[in-house]
């Protein structure tokens, strides 16, 4: 038998044994409690990141809606120029008008998802701008191998849209009043080579005239006649260095937006996938 002090002595070391345990978890749950709320501070940065850059992307998607829209009727000249090519500008200006929509459209998808943390919303963003994502690279790739030949056909077909579809100042037809407006706009004269660029074409076989009237510097002049060619009579430069300046300075923007583009749909995905996992996680806890 145990002496009652001994019984006392053990029981008074069994209650010590119990209630020591609680102190000792006391520090464990504040350390969970920390790194918890150091998650949670996380996970709210992320949502606010990728509220941010949807918001981004719709803005995007509005610039190329403008950028197709500027193809499709501010570039109008630029595009009359090319004469029967012109409808493929037109088609491109049609892609960058269906890309900004899709763009910006996609942009609100993922805010409503990150906003309202729903995890459907979140993965139909992450598979648009995906394949988004893909068919950025896919044209990119496209432009850079075909660059030069683009620019042989551009090239070809402005110069035989002077040579056969150019009809003079008083025409009305788009090919001739874009040439004209090309001509008084950036101060050139011809294609390549200013006057011996009509010789043979359909405006010089009709008229009987070297040049037209928006070739001359002063066209007021009386010596601007279509016939006299003196060096400060006719304008020195070809128009299609002047075409080819703009264009590039256009492209120069558009790669560099979508550079920018392809960069935040690429930011975006990441942050949609981990937020997907983590209200995953947070709602079916292991």
């Known amino acids: 038998m145990t002496p009652v002090g001994q019984a006392d002595t053990d029981s008074w070391q069994q209650v010590g044994l119990n209630s020591s345990r609680p102190k000792s ?6 350390g969970r409690t920390c790194k918890m709320a150091r998650h949670d501070k996380l996970y709210t940065w992320m949502r606010y990141l990728m509220l941010l850059l949807c918001v981004i992307l719709v803005i995007s998607g509005f610039v190329l809606l403008g950028l197709g829209a500027w193809i499709r009727y501010g570039a109008a000249t630029f ?5 029967p090519y012109s409808s493929q500008l ?23 998802g990150a906003w309202k943390e729903n995890r459907f919303f979140i993965i ?16 990119t790739i ?13 090239r070809d077909a402005s110069k035989n ?11 009305t037809d788009p090919i001739s009043t874009a040439w004209n407006t090309v001509m008084v706009k950036f101060k050139c004269c011809g294609f390549e080579n200013s006057t011996i660029d009509f010789k043979g074409s359909v405006f010089s076989t009709t008229t009987g005239l070297n040049y037209p009237k928006t070739c001359c510097v002063n066209k007021t002049l009386a010596d601007c006649d279509g016939i006299t060619i003196t060096p400060s009579l006719i304008q020195p430069q070809s128009c299609f260095g002047k075409v080819i300046t703009v264009i590039r300075e256009q492209s120069v923007i ?11 749909e690429l930011s975006s995905m990441i942050l949609a996938m981990v937020l997907f996992v983590k209200l995953g996680l947070m709602r079916h806890p292991w």
Not at 142 to 154: A, E
């Open 79 to 83: 595009v009359d120029v090319l004469g």
């Open 124 to 139: 139909l963003f992450f598979f648009i701008v995906t394949m988004l994502f893909v068919a950025e690279i896919i044209g």
């Open 254 to 264: 558009l790669g560099s937006a979508a550079g920018c583009i392809c960069m935040m």
């Open 142 to 154: 496209f432009v850079l191998t075909y660059r030069n030949l683009v620019s042989l056909v551009v």
């Open 90 to 112: 037109i088609y491109i200006s049609y892609i960058c008008i269906g890309m900004g929509s899709v763009l910006s459209f996609t942009g609100l998808i993922g805010c409503c």
């Open 25 to 30: 978890s006391g520090p464990i749950k504040k």
């Open 161 to 171: 849209s002077l040579m056969t579809a150019y009809m003079g100042p008083a025409a």
